[in-house]
């Protein structure tokens, strides 16, 4: 925001310019695993709203109307991927692989920059955690892996994910 504000007071310095109109940016975040805990859509716009009426009473300017993307907060709840367990290969005192009949093709967000998900069995989505796996991708690839450490139940190969 601070970056934000000290360009609308270099455009009303330089240009005599004040925008009408300010975006806050990439939009709300989500919640992809329980650990996370984004802020409510109110406590979002209300900080945002906060730092802009004090930064602009600051500088000796107008505030302009904030603009907020809603972002993923719109569709992002509501979207799910599945898989099929394929092989699982147990290394003893390392590590249980799963292999998913998916991976980097189609998500390559956990290696791009450490998304985080959790993993559910689709027949039980409560079925309690036993045991912890590394599902991996299908892509032939050292670093195709989705989940590192997943604490997940029992997985046979053919479950749905």
Same mark, same amino acid.
């Given at each position: 925001?601070?970056?934000?504000?000290?360009?609308?007071?270099?455009?009303?310095?330089?240009?005599?310019?004040?925008?009408?109109y300010?975006g806050?940016?990439?939009?709300?975040?989500?919640?992809?695993?329980?650990?996370?805990?984004? @802020?409510?859509?109110?406590?979002?716009?209300?900080?945002?709203?906060?730092?802009?009426?004090?930064?602009?009473?600051?500088?000796?300017?107008?505030? @302009?109307?904030?603009?907020?993307e @809603?972002?993923?907060?719109?569709?992002?709840?509501?979207?799910?991927?599945?898989?099929?367990?394929?092989?699982?290969?147990?290394?003893?005192?390392?590590?249980?692989?799963?292999?998913?009949?998916?991976?980097?093709?189609?998500?390559?967000? @956990?290696?791009l920059?450490?998304?985080?998900?959790?993993?559910?069995?689709?027949?039980?989505?409560?079925?309690p955690?036993?045991?912890?796996?590394?599902?991996?991708?299908?892509?032939?690839?050292?670093?195709?892996?989705?989940?590192?450490?997943?604490v997940?139940?029992?997985?046979?190969?053919?479950?749905?994910?």
């Amino acid at each position: 925001m601070e970056v934000m504000l000290d360009l609308l007071g270099e455009l009303k310095r330089d240009l005599d310019y004040q925008p009408q109109y300010l975006g806050a940016g990439g939009g709300l975040g989500i919640a992809y695993t329980r650990a996370d805990d984004p @802020p409510t859509p109110r406590d979002f716009v209300e900080t945002i709203r906060g730092a802009l009426a004090a930064g602009t009473a600051e500088r000796g300017l107008k505030a @302009p109307r904030l603009v907020v993307e @809603p972002g993923r907060s719109i569709a992002g709840p509501a979207g799910v991927t599945v898989y099929a367990a394929g092989s699982i290969k147990d290394i003893p005192g390392v590590r249980r692989y799963v292999a998913v009949d998916g991976g980097m093709g189609d998500n390559i967000r @956990p290696k791009l920059y450490g998304a985080r998900y959790e993993v559910l069995k689709v027949a039980d989505p409560e079925a309690p955690a036993t045991e912890t796996v590394t599902i991996a991708g299908k892509y032939c690839e050292s670093t195709d892996i989705l989940i590192t450490d997943a604490v997940v139940p029992p997985i046979r190969s053919g479950d749905l994910l």
